[in-house]
C-alpha cells in the first residue's frame, strides 16, 4: 500500500527557515521523480521542486535560490530545506510523484505559516 507522510510544518518568521520531509513507503518513490508541492489559501496546487532518483533538481522560478531538495533513497525519504522565507510561501506542503502526481496517493499534508 502507498502512503506519503509529510512532516516539519511549522510557524516561521519572514526570512527564517524551516525544513519539512515525507516519507514514502510502498513502491511509490523508488526509481521515480519526487517532488514537492504546495497549495496556499484560495489558490491551485503547484509543484515548486523535483528530484531524480540520482539526484538531479529543478525548481519554480518563485523558490529557486531559496528552496533546497533533496532525497534519502535507502530511508525512502524527501526533503525540502526551506531558506528565506516569505509570507507567500504560506500553503500546506505536499510530496508526491512529479511532474504528474498519482492522484489516490496525496498526504495529508504539513503546514508552513510564514508570519512575522
Known amino acids: 500500500q502507498v502512503q506519503l507522510v509529510e512532516s516539519g510544518g511549522g510557524l516561521v518568521q519572514p526570512g527564517g527557515s524551516l525544513s519539512i520531509s515525507c516519507a514514502a513507503s510502498g513502491s511509490i518513490f523508488r526509481f521515480n521523480i519526487m517532488g514537492w508541492y504546495r497549495q496556499a489559501p484560495g489558490k491551485e496546487r503547484e509543484l515548486v521542486a523535483r528530484?531524480?532518483?540520482?539526484?538531479?533538481?529543478d525548481y519554480a522560478d518563485s523558490v529557486k535560490g531559496r528552496f533546497t531538495i533533496s532525497r534519502d533513497n535507502a530511508k525512502n525519504t524527501v526533503y525540502l530545506q526551506m531558506n528565506s522565507l516569505k509570507t507567500e510561501d504560506t500553503a500546506v506542503y505536499y510530496c508526491?510523484?512529479?511532474?504528474?502526481?498519482?492522484?489516490?496517493?496525496w498526504g495529508k499534508g504539513t503546514l508552513v505559516t510564514v508570519s512575522s
Open positions: 528530484i531524480t532518483f540520482g539526484g538531479s533538481t
Open positions: 508526491n510523484l512529479a511532474p504528474t502526481p498519482r492522484m489516490d496517493v
